[in-house]
Every structure is written in structure tokens, then in C-alpha cells.
């Protein structure tokens, strides 16, 4: 497995780092002792680096990742780098809320929900605007001090926003969702990341399953699977990335490796990314999607990526207020 520097947080985890959103039952239903297999297969396989956050499942899954990594947690808690998130509370009447108490409270669920007494790496998930930025960023740093929590990221910020927060301490990582269908941060955000050495671990690197090649246009998905209500998984826009990823496969199998592998190797080939957070709930899955590492992309490979998915419309997904 490549190993990589997370920004200024100094820690050396691995280029792809596994995701349990997949486990918070906000994706239909999972059996939690098969996703367990497949996260301990993946610390076989070399991944130390593993993502969570307080509101997938509510705790849940931080749990289902705790239980799988008990032994490591337990005998060599530096042997694994473990990233949480806090700040959110779906379906409340403030679903985004930076407060000292909230976040306080959010560290400490966590760290019970995981038996641990630290977190390696603590993020925002999402911007709160009613909480001046400034102070949160002074509140996490408290969390610091106490030993709570040893780095600092946010999620889904964008670069004024990680600037108002760097004013009083710095962002060490960003967590953005990025894919071939989703490249709003290569605007503004990328640039200021690569300028002020902030690690970058994004988030749905496969587009949700978009560019998995298992979809169809015929594909459902059970109600509790947030992408049933998503505008990205229905009707036109749905049926023409879809098209995309079929060209995106043919040339995939020219190059020897699936599209899934493809478009993960093409989120790390990216000046800025150091990171691509995949989630698996089997061992099979976790397999191809670390294949990816060895996929290396030429500048000519990347240009024609760029051609094949210039027909291809840009998504959005799920925030704390709701689905678009």
C-alpha cells in the first residue's frame, strides 16, 4: 500500500483510507459482522487509515469500526490513524452546530462509542455559519490541549471558509466530496489546499456507485438508501453518466484494470488529493478498490478521461438539511 503525509498533521497513513458511511444504515440494510471482515481485511491488505463520524448511524457506525479494529485499538493504538466527525445532528432543528457544547459532546460520544482515549483526527463535517468560524476553530483547539483529540480537519468547508478558521489556528485536513462528476473544488478550493499544505482526504471518490460499472438505468435502491430520493440516481442526467461510464469501462479494459479502479487511480493522480476514502462491505470489494493504487495514469491517459467525460453532468448528494 502507498503510504502518504497528511498535510501538516505529519501523520503517514495510507492512500486510501476505508470509509463506513456505507455502515450508518443511511445506504439500506448491511450485515455489520461482514462490513467488520471486510475492514479487517483491509488492515491486512496495508490501509492503517480508517474514517468515520458521529452521525453515521449516530454512533453506529464508529461502533461497527471499533469492534473490527479492537485488537490494534487496544494493544498498538499509533498502528492505525483514526479520523472522525462531529458537528452535525440530522433531522434536529439545527442540523449544523459548531458550539463548544456540541462539540464537546460530540468528542466525547465518539470516543466512548470507540473505547478510545484520543482521536488522531477530529473534523467539522460540515460548516456551520452561525458559529463564526474563528471560534471553532478556538474550540477544537481547547479539545486539543485536554489530549482529546491530536489534529484538526473540516469537511465539505470551502476556502473562505477554511481561511475565517486558520485565522485563529490552523486547518490541517479538508474532506471534500470529489469524483469525475463532482468537481467543484477544483476552483478555489484545490489551489488554497495545495498553498497551505492542508492534507486532503475526499470523500465518494466512485461517485456514490456512479462509476462502479455495476449501475444500470433499471437500478433501484431500497427507501432507506438516501440515493432512492437523489436527483443524481434518476432520469436524464442519471441515463447520460451512465453512458459515460460505459466508454469510461471500454477504455478501463484497455488499460487492464475495472472503472472503479480508474476513477479512483484518477481522483489520486490529482495535484492537491493525498487521499480517496472508499467504503466496502466485503472483502471482495475492498480488494479492487486498493487495486487501484497500482493504476498509474499518463498525461495522456488523463486527457482522455477529460474527453470521454466532457458529456458527463455534474452531481451533487446528501448534506445535514436534506438530498438534492
Not at 479492537?70 to 499509533?78: V, Y
Not at 466525547?108 to 473505547?115: I, P, Q, R, T
Not at 498525461?299 to 451533487?316: F, K, M, N, W, Y
Request: glycine content about 8%.
Amino acid at each position: 500500500m502507498d503510504m502518504t503525509r497528511l498535510g501538516k498533521t505529519e501523520l503517514q497513513v495510507s492512500r486510501i483510507a476505508f470509509g463506513t458511511w456505507q455502515v450508518s444504515g443511511e445506504w439500506g440494510s448491511y450485515d455489520a459482522e461482514q462490513a467488520q471482515r471486510a475492514i479487517r481485511h483491509a488492515l491486512d491488505l496495508g490501509v492503517n487509515f480508517f474514517d468515520t463520524a458521529q452521525a453515521y448511524g449516530f454512533g453506529q457506525a464508529e461502533e461497527v469500526l471499533a469492534n473490527a479494529l479492537r485488537s490494534e485499538l487496544d494493544r498498538d493504538r499509533d498502528s492505525v490513524v483514526i479520523a472522525t466527525k462531529g458537528g452535525i445532528n440530522p433531522g434536529s432543528d439545527k442540523p449544523r452546530d459548531s458550539s463548544r457544547e456540541y462539540l464537546r459532546s460530540g468528542v466525547e460520544s465518539s470516543l466512548k462509542a470507540m473505547k478510545i482515549d484520543h482521536i488522531d483526527l477530529y473534523q467539522v463535517h460540515w460548516p456551520d455559519t452561525d458559529t463564526p468560524f474563528e471560534d471553532t476553530a478556538g474550540y477544537l483547539q481547547e479539545l486539543v490541549d485536554e489530549g482529546k483529540i491530536r489534529h484538526v480537519g473540516v469537511s465539505n468547508f470551502d476556502q473562505d471558509q477554511m481561511a475565517a478558521f486558520d485565522r485563529r489556528r490552523p486547518v490541517e485536513t479538508l474532506q471534500p466530496p470529489y469524483h469525475l462528476f463532482r468537481r467543484h473544488i477544483e476552483d478555489g478550493v484545490l489551489p488554497y489546499v495545495r498553498e497551505n499544505d492542508i492534507g486532503t482526504l475526499v470523500y465518494s471518490p466512485l461517485g456514490s456507485g456512479l462509476l462502479t460499472g455495476t449501475m444500470t438505468t433499471d437500478t433501484t435502491f431500497e427507501d432507506s438508501d438516501w440515493r432512492s430520493q437523489a436527483s443524481a440516481f434518476t432520469g436524464e442526467q442519471f441515463r447520460q453518466n451512465l453512458e459515460v461510464v460505459e466508454r469510461l469501462t471500454s477504455f478501463a479494459a484497455d488499460k487492464g484494470c475495472e472503472v472503479s479502479q480508474l476513477a479512483i487511480a484518477w481522483v489520486l493522480a490529482q495535484d492537491g488529493i493525498d487521499v480517496a476514502i472508499v467504503g466496502a462491505r466485503s472483502d471482495r470489494n475492498i480488494e479492487r478498490s486498493l487495486a487501484a493504487v497500482d493504476v498509474r495514469l499518463s498525461p495522456d491517459d488523463l486527457a482522455e478521461i477529460e474527453r470521454i467525460t466532457a458529456d458527463g453532468v455534474q452531481v451533487s448528494g446528501a448534506s445535514p438539511e436534506g438530498i438534492a
